[in-house]
């Protein structure tokens, strides 16, 4: 079966120029560019905002857009992907420890990519354990640009199979079990919670409600999803934010090389500012 063939199969009508028109529009609000492979799935995501509209199809969705801004938040959420775990990536949280332990002048974390709120609370737990006590010196700013995952992230309530791979102490230590008609979830405990001021940002817009100076910035696995250009944009403007000491920590998938005016290899996928940039 041909990509022409499966399309017309659909409930809704969806061509090429529906998806390059989507594809469009979410690179210039938010910079991230998908690629030719994600048609099927900006069919799936938008198609659920076609019906809850009761419209005909993609092209009256895109013809809504166009006049509803407050469209375009729902467009961004249902377009952005979140994938997360607890210490995803677990080498980064060793190397937050030791960060803290060697510059106990540390004040502020910025999580730029909160998702559901497994990363910041990662980074709130290793800054809890390093210090000794909740109500530490150290600041977390969450941030994201889905508002939906954004208002999971602040519930702090998880399925109980996503802690599965922290230990009995750390789940004892930071979450209540569920019982009765809560059984199988868990909650955050409200002192982690207060640790950490989670807020809508669009690393594309001009103004970010994130002010410097930054002593570490977790920015992962984000950077994948925007084209070159704006991968240095936004990293420079990071950098700006960060001290001379201060830590970037990027992706698995996310390598800097290209940028050695901005930031200097401190580690694996972490990166110094470059202070020859200022």
């Not at 009995?168 to 919670?193: D, H, N, T």
């Not at 920015?219 to 970037?248: E, S």
């Amino acid at each position: 079966m041909t990509q022409a063939d499966s399309w017309s199969d659909r409930e809704f009508s969806y061509g090429k120029a529906d998806f390059d028109a989507a594809r469009s529009l979410l690179y210039q609000l938010t910079g991230i560019r998908l690629a030719d492979s994600k048609d099927s799935m900006v069919y799936s995501r938008l198609a659920r905002r076609v019906r809850a509209l009761k419209l005909t199809g993609f092209t009256q969705y895109l013809g809504y857009l166009n006049q509803h801004p407050a469209e375009e938040e729902l467009f961004i959420n249902a377009l952005t992907t979140n994938l997360t775990s607890f210490f995803r990536e677990p080498h980064h949280f060793d190397v937050l420890k030791e960060y803290l332990i060697t510059h106990p002048q540390t004040r502020t974390i910025w999580c730029a990519a909160s998702s559901t709120g497994e990363e910041p609370y990662s980074i709130a737990m290793v800054v809890a354990e390093t210090f000794g006590r909740f109500d530490g010196p150290v600041k977390i700013i969450a941030s994201d640009i889905d508002s939906q995952v954004l208002q999971k992230a602040q519930a702090g309530i998880y399925q109980l199979d996503r802690i599965k791979t922290l230990s009995a102490e750390r789940c004892k230590q930071f979450f209540f079990k569920g019982k009765g008609a809560q059984a199988g979830l868990v909650k955050v405990v409200p002192e982690l919670q207060k640790m950490i001021d989670f807020r809508q940002l669009n690393l594309l817009k001009p103004q970010w409600s994130v002010k410097g100076p930054i002593d570490v910035i977790f920015c992962r696995n984000v950077m994948i999803y925007f084209d070159r250009p704006t991968q240095l944009q936004i990293l420079a403007r990071m950098v700006q934010l960060l001290p001379a000491d201060g830590l970037y920590i990027a992706g698995h998938s996310e390598n800097f090389g290209h940028a050695s005016h901005l930031v200097k290899p401190a580690g694996r996928t972490t990166y110094y500012p470059n202070l020859a940039a200022r």
